[in-house]
């Protein structure tokens, strides 16, 4: 099991809309294989930031599976734009 | 539910050492008062980075209630020396 993690930061004004577009991309992550589970929260320090972990049965269901297909194409499309800086996304896995 | 997030960048070559002493300091966050679960992960990208996830129910159970404990001390004792650069930890919600 991977843990893919990822602080987003969202262009300050446009977080609702950012939520709204999140609610329609979760159907098309969960719908990918390797995926097992997600969860976004959002910073009380900071409510421009949110946490995105995803659990993945492996690294590459989401390196290779997910960002490598058609449905990614859709999903940047939804998110992309709302995020400053953009974001660097990393994998953790039990130690 | 609050979930804490601390991403931990831990001295090169100390790692070992790091996860000998948490393996000795998670007894002491799991018997506080509001404490949920935890789960401290390796990242893939980066051998000496981990993440540490806490729920706690409130979050005054982590901020007053542990980090105003003498068991935060020895938490403290056991850990802090062991990071660089020392870690921002933030708390995130349901949103």
Chains 1, 2 share one sequence.
Not at 16 to 22: E, M, Q, R, S, T
Not at 57 to 73: A, I, P, V
Request: contains cysteine.
């Amino acid at each position: 099991m991977i843990l893919e993690v990822a602080i987003l930061n969202i262009i300050p004004g446009q977080e609702d809309a950012f939520l709204k577009a999140f609610s329609e991309a979760k159907a098309i992550i969960s719908k990918m294989a390797g995926y097992v589970s997600h969860q976004l929260k959002r910073c009380v320090e900071n409510a421009s930031r949110f946490i995105l972990l995803v659990e993945w049965e492996k690294l590459s269901d989401h390196t290779e599976g997910f960002r490598g297909s058609k449905e990614y194409q859709e999903w940047k499309r939804l998110l992309h734009h709302f995020y400053d800086p953009f974001p660097t996304v990393e994998h953790y896995e039990i130690c």
